[in-house]
T-cell receptor, first 112, second 113 residues
């Protein structure tokens, strides 16, 4: 119930392509869904987040799509660049609970 | 540049040593966190302090002892660790209560020999 399942584990995309990472959850109490980006040797940094009252949120080249009925959300990176190569973690949380449940991560490589 | 500062960046210690990891934030955040991250794995929550009081302890072994001297500082005291405790230890902070944006530090890479 508390798990967030993330796929794929690794992804290779050509420069300029679209990177898509998917996450699924079971706990319908989750009401906050962030994506974190982590470069080697660095801590994770918040990339973009969504709450379940909207189905899509876009910030620059990054878009979260949210499907409440399917209990799924995904990250789309448009025009992927080599600098986007990193590990991406989806997460889910409950307002007031102070605890995020992280997916297992996706190692993204953008080939030049 | 991260606004959560962790020291030291690297630490090597023996199983009988006592050491401490330190974390500092000056964003006025009232919640601070310790996470443990193994290679190629997501961060795992260890402890949460809210308004300088321990609010969450994720059943962490007593060889890890957190301390929050004030709202800007968070320490993790280490004693009698095991080699399997080798990991990246991440400090994070957030504004107030609830699941909001976590600001992570760059971490302290711990190796236990």
């Amino acid at each position: 119930q508390q798990q967030v399942k993330q796929s794929p584990q690794s992804l290779i995309v050509q420069k300029g392509g679209i990177s898509i990472i998917n996450c699924a959850y079971e706990n319908t109490a989750f009401d906050y869904f962030p994506w974190y980006q982590q470069f080697p040797g660095k801590g994770p940094a918040l990339l973009i987040a969504i709450r379940p009252d909207v189905s899509e949120k876009k910030e620059g080249r990054f878009t979260i799509s949210f499907n409440k009925s399917a209990k799924q959300f995904s990250l789309h990176i448009m025009d992927s660049q080599p600098g986007d190569s990193a590990t991406y973690f989806c997460a889910a949380g409950i307002q007031g609970a102070q605890k995020l449940v992280f997916g297992q991560g996706t190692r993204l490589t953008i080939n030049p | 540049d991260t606004e959560v500062t962790q020291t030291p960046k690297h630490l090597v210690m023996g199983m009988t040593n006592k050491k401490s990891l330190k974390c500092e934030q000056h964003m006025g955040h009232r919640a601070m966190y310790w996470y443990k991250q193994k290679a190629k794995k997501p961060p795992e929550l260890m402890f949460v302090y809210s308004y300088e009081k321990l609010s969450i302890n994720e059943s962490v072994p007593s060889r890890f002892s957190p301390e929050c001297p004030n709202s800007s500082l968070l320490n993790l005291h280490l004693h009698a660790l095991q080699p399997e405790d080798s990991a990246l230890y991440l400090c994070a902070s957030s504004q107030g209560w609830g699941a909001g944006e976590l600001f992570f530090g760059e971490g302290s890479r711990l190796t236990v020999l």
